[in-house]
Structures are given as structure tokens and as C-alpha cells.
């Protein structure tokens, strides 16, 4: 997986990882095609506390065990790929740390438990 790349899911569908535990897939050449976003938990409780918040949001989803996604539980979600971009920018910065004189550097952490559950 290489977060940023885009690649063919197969009949028209293209994916995209914005980080290693948040896929966009799109249907670009359909008109009215909904983008759908997976987004990874290793732990059934992470993914069900974080369906708690998109229920109060009204969104569409389904908590599953991964068919898609790398970790053990994803939850499919219909639209809201802003949602999607903002999990993928928190997910990343917390592989990073700001080093004295503002330098970043990427840092191996404990950001892979839980790091999008709300």
C-alpha cells in the first residue's frame, strides 16, 4: 500500500489510501456515483465507539470485518470524504514530531490503536 497513490479496484473504480488506515474509492467516470470511504480499526470497540460520532452526524455506514482494508475491522461509509481527508491528516501527523528548530521527522508511535476512533 502506498498512501497517496491511486489504483484500479477493477469495473471503473479507482482507490486511493490517504493513510494506512483510510481508503477512498471513487467512481469517476459515472456520474451520480457516490464516493465511499473505508476506514481501518484493529479492535471491534475502536470501530463501534467512532460509529457512535457518525451516527449523531447521520451518515451512512456498515462496522465490518475488513474485506478491504489491511486491519482486522473496517467501517464502510457512503460520502463524507471530507471526513476522510481530516482522519487521514490526523493519522499522519501523529506519525510525525516536531523536532527543535521546526524540523519534522517521522517517528514509529503508538498512533496504530485507536488512532482515528473519536
Given at each position: 500500500?502506498q498512501v497517496?497513490?491511486?489504483?484500479?479496484?477493477?469495473?471503473?473504480?479507482?482507490?486511493?489510501?490517504?493513510?494506512?488506515?483510510?481508503?477512498?474509492?471513487?467512481?469517476?467516470?459515472?456520474?451520480?456515483?457516490?464516493?465511499?470511504?473505508?476506514?481501518?480499526?484493529?479492535?471491534?470497540?475502536?470501530?463501534?465507539?467512532?460509529?457512535?460520532?457518525?451516527?449523531?452526524?447521520?451518515?451512512?455506514?456498515?462496522?465490518?470485518?475488513?474485506?478491504?482494508?489491511?486491519?482486522?475491522?473496517?467501517?464502510?461509509?457512503?460520502?463524507?470524504?471530507?471526513?476522510?481527508?481530516?482522519l487521514a491528516?490526523?493519522?499522519?501527523q501523529g506519525?510525525?514530531?516536531?523536532?527543535?528548530?521546526?524540523?519534522?521527522?517521522?517517528?514509529?508511535?503508538?498512533?496504530?490503536?485507536?488512532?482515528?476512533?473519536?
Amino acid at each position: 500500500m502506498q498512501v497517496g497513490r491511486f489504483f484500479s479496484l477493477q469495473q471503473g473504480r479507482v482507490g486511493q489510501y490517504l493513510a494506512p488506515r483510510v481508503l477512498v474509492v471513487r467512481s469517476p467516470f459515472r456520474a451520480f456515483a457516490p464516493t465511499v470511504c473505508y476506514l481501518g480499526f484493529d479492535h471491534l470497540k475502536q470501530a463501534q465507539t467512532f460509529a457512535q460520532t457518525l451516527v449523531r452526524m447521520g451518515a451512512s455506514f456498515h462496522i465490518r470485518r475488513s474485506r478491504v482494508m489491511p486491519q482486522d475491522y473496517e467501517i464502510w461509509l457512503r460520502g463524507h470524504s471530507d471526513l476522510a481527508r481530516t482522519l487521514a491528516y490526523w493519522e499522519r501527523q501523529g506519525e510525525r514530531r516536531v523536532m527543535p528548530g521546526g524540523r519534522q521527522t517521522l517517528v514509529q508511535s503508538g498512533v496504530k490503536e485507536g488512532a482515528i476512533a473519536a
